[in-house]
C-alpha cells in the first residue's frame, strides 16, 4: 500500500479522481466566489450523483453514510442510528463509487468524529490513502440536543471530538469543511483549522421523507447570519455556507443569500440528490404510463 505522504501531492491523480489540497481546494472556492458565483457543495450518496454534480458544476463533492441511506429511500436521519459502521461505510462508498465517478472535483469523506471505535490519526490516515481530498463532520452530534446531548458530552462523546478531528486532519493537508449549529460551534471549529462552515438549519424538509417541522426561512437568516459573524471575527476572509432546514430549493437559497451579509453559497444534500429523483423518476414514469397500447 502506498504511504500516505506520496498522496498529498497537489493534482496527484489515484484512479480516476484528482486528490488535492486543502489549499488547493480553498483557492478554487475563493477564486468561484470572486467571480461572483456561490460555492455550491454536493452531498452525494451514489457514484451517479456524484457524477452527475460535478457536470453540473459542484465545487465539492461529499459522501457519508447518512446520504448512502437517503439514496436507499430511507430519512437519512438513519445514519445517525446504530445500524452501520459510519466511518467504514464512507471509506467503501468513496473508494468504491464516488471517486471513481468524478474526475476533477474534490471528494470529501463524512466522519463520525465521536467513534469510540477509532483511533483517529489513523482513520484520517486510510481517508488520505482512499483518495479523498479533505473531511466533513458528517454526521455531527452538533444536531443533537437535550438529555441524550448532555450525556454524549459528559461521556466523551461530545463535539469536542470533532474539533479534535478536525484539527488533526487540518495538520495532514486535508481539507475540512464542518457542519456547525451555533456561533460558539463555529468559533472551535475556526481554531481548530476549519477551511469552510457550513451552517446547518437541521434536516430539510420535503420530498417523501423530510421534515414537516422546521424553522422559518426568517428565522435561518438569522441563525446564519449569526454564524458567519462568529466565523468573521475570527477569521476575517472566513468562508461560509448554509444547509438544511427550511433552505430546500434555489429560491429559498436565494432568499437568505438576499438577505445576509457574507454568505457564500450552500450545500444540498437532499436538495442536491433526493428530491431530483424523486421528482425526475415519478414524472418519468407518469409520462411512459401515459402512452397508450391503441
Known amino acids: 500500500m502506498e504511504e500516505p505522504s506520496t498522496l498529498k501531492v497537489a493534482g496527484e491523480v489515484r484512479g480516476l479522481a484528482r486528490q488535492f489540497r486543502a489549499e488547493e481546494v480553498t483557492a478554487r472556492l475563493r477564486a468561484t466566489v470572486a467571480e461572483g458565483w456561490p460555492v455550491y457543495v454536493v452531498g452525494a450518496g451514489t457514484g451517479i450523483s456524484a457524477k452527475m454534480a460535478e457536470i453540473g458544476g459542484a465545487d465539492i463533492v461529499a459522501t457519508y453514510a447518512m446520504a448512502r441511506y437517503r439514496m436507499w429511500g430511507h430519512s437519512s436521519m438513519a445514519g445517525y442510528l446504530s445500524i452501520c459502521d459510519s466511518n467504514q461505510v464512507t471509506l467503501e462508498m468513496g473508494e468504491r463509487e464516488v471517486i471513481p465517478a468524478v474526475r476533477e472535483v474534490p471528494v470529501v469523506a463524512g466522519l463520525l468524529g465521536v467513534d469510540p471505535t477509532r483511533e483517529m490519526a489513523r482513520l484520517l490516515d486510510r481517508v488520505q490513502v482512499a483518495g479523498f481530498s479533505g473531511i466533513h463532520n458528517c454526521p455531527t452530534v452538533a444536531l443533537i440536543d437535550g438529555t441524550f446531548r448532555v ?144
Open 151 to 294: 450525556a454524549l458530552e459528559e461521556t466523551g462523546l461530545g463535539f469536542h471530538k470533532e474539533v479534535e478531528m478536525v484539527h488533526l486532519a487540518h495538520r495532514r493537508g486535508l481539507f475540512t469543511q464542518v457542519f456547525v449549529t451555533t456561533p460558539e460551534e463555529a468559533e472551535e471549529m475556526v481554531t481548530a483549522g476549519a477551511d469552510l462552515v457550513i451552517a446547518h438549519m437541521g434536516n430539510s424538509v420535503g420530498g417523501t421523507v423530510g421534515m414537516r417541522t422546521a424553522i422559518s426561512l426568517d428565522d435561518a437568516v438569522e441563525r446564519v447570519q449569526g454564524i458567519i459573524d462568529a466565523v468573521r471575527a475570527r477569521r476575517a476572509d472566513g468562508l461560509v455556507i448554509c444547509h438544511g432546514g427550511p433552505i430546500a430549493t434555489p429560491e429559498d437559497f436565494a432568499y437568505v443569500l438576499q438577505r445576509t451579509r457574507g454568505l457564500v453559497g450552500f450545500m444540498g444534500g437532499s436538495a442536491a440528490e433526493r428530491f431530483p429523483v424523486e421528482e425526475g423518476i415519478r414524472a418519468a414514469t407518469e409520462r411512459f404510463k401515459a402512452v397508450r397500447l391503441h
